[in-house]
């Protein structure tokens, strides 16, 4: 079996499906029992029914927002449809590993078999995930300015509490710096000296066992570095700005569900979308799957001061509509997208992982 469609169906086992799903819907019912809140349910009935279309139209847009931004940076190579099934998948195999994780790997190979060199593949996930993260690296310090201490939460927290929060925020932060600079170093720098460096550091004899994966990680940024030469500034601005648009939307999307459910103010609007970046900083560090399981229990402490006893309905909504559709689109996309790269012998390998 070609290595890539093993790699493929062991990433996308249904085993890696249902440890998200069962992480999730044991942490959601949790909130509810916890404190007999279960009759919190029938507030859905008094949700603004606009604002909840708001926030699936966000959602669609969003993920538009995500093809057009592959699309481009393939030079339109992929087609829409084509755009569309990388991008499924994508978020498919994201919500299955931990955030921490990420479904690079995957990504990598979903355009490979697309009919994009190796290299080409390589450059473009790097990309996305380098844009990325410099959104994070640019916003958050503006949250931090605009809203000054309201951007962390105290609902719920103690001290203590309060500040590990605020520890593992920074923590999450220099973190993700430190790898993006080191990145955008060795992709658009001196991606041969960032080679001589992993061998270099491979060379001492506690580190040697990593030698092998550091020469072929060295080569990779070299290929995706050779790749991205002599982009012009259009191709970059396209990029950017895509970036800045799904991230957007990706965050107001919660804040069309609050609103769906209280009145929310301009200012209000914007502490939630601070709120959500440093949120969403803190959850890059998650070790379960898509965050399944965290995420539900972290949201009340920092959105819970605008929602009431709306605040578990929200979180299920939120995760309903941003999180589980794409468990079940990625499991219709897959077996399609299976068939139509390896051939349609391999749906029935795809059925038996």
Not at 49 to 70: F, K
Not at 172 to 198: D, Q
Not at 224 to 250: C, D, H, P
């Amino acid at each position: 079996m070609d290595q890539n469609k093993k790699t493929i169906l062991k990433s996308f086992s249904p085993v890696k499906v249902l440890i998200p799903v069962l992480l999730g819907l044991g942490a959601t019912a949790w909130l509810f029992i916890k404190d007999d809140k279960l009759d919190d349910l029938k507030g859905i009935a008094e949700a603004n029914w606009g604002w909840l279309a708001a926030a699936l139209l966000v959602l669609v847009i969003r993920d538009l927002g995500y093809m057009y931004r592959i699309r481009s940076l393939t030079d339109r190579f992929l087609s829409w449809r084509n755009s569309l099934d990388v991008i499924m998948l994508w978020e498919f195999a994201s919500a299955i590993t931990p955030s921490v994780v990420g479904g690079s790997t995957i990504a990598t190979i979903l355009l490979n078999k697309e009919g994009i060199p190796l290299g080409k593949s390589l450059a473009y996930v790097m990309v996305t995930a380098v844009l990325d993260n410099m959104f994070f690296i640019v916003a958050a310090p503006l949250a931090l300015l605009f809203v000054q201490g309201e951007v962390f939460p105290s609902l719920g927290l103690s001290a203590s509490d309060l500040n590990a929060l605020k520890t593992a925020f920074y923590i999450s932060y220099s973190l993700i710096a430190v790898y993006t600079f080191i990145m955008i170093y060795a992709l658009f720098v001196r991606p041969r000296a960032f080679k001589w460096i992993l061998l270099r550091l491979t060379g001492w004899r506690f580190l040697r066992k990593w030698r092998i994966n550091a020469h072929e990680h060295g080569n990779e940024i070299i290929w995706a570095s050779q790749q991205l030469r002599g982009k012009e500034f259009n191709y970059w601005a396209r990029a950017i700005i895509s970036t800045i648009f799904v991230w957007s939307a990706r965050y107001f999307l919660l804040n069309c569900l609050i609103a769906a459910f209280t009145d929310v103010t301009l200012t209000e609007h914007l502490l939630i979308i601070s709120r959500n970046l440093i949120f969403w900083i803190v959850m890059l560090v998650a070790i379960t799957p898509g965050g399944a399981g965290i995420v539900e229990m972290a949201f009340p402490s920092f959105f819970g001061l605008f929602l009431g006893r709306f605040s578990n309905i929200v979180v299920v909504l939120y995760r309903l509509i941003t999180y589980y559709p794409y468990l079940v689109l990625g499991s219709i996309f897959l077996p399609k997208w299976i068939a139509k790269v390896f051939g349609k012998s391999s749906v029935e390998d795809e059925v038996k992982v």
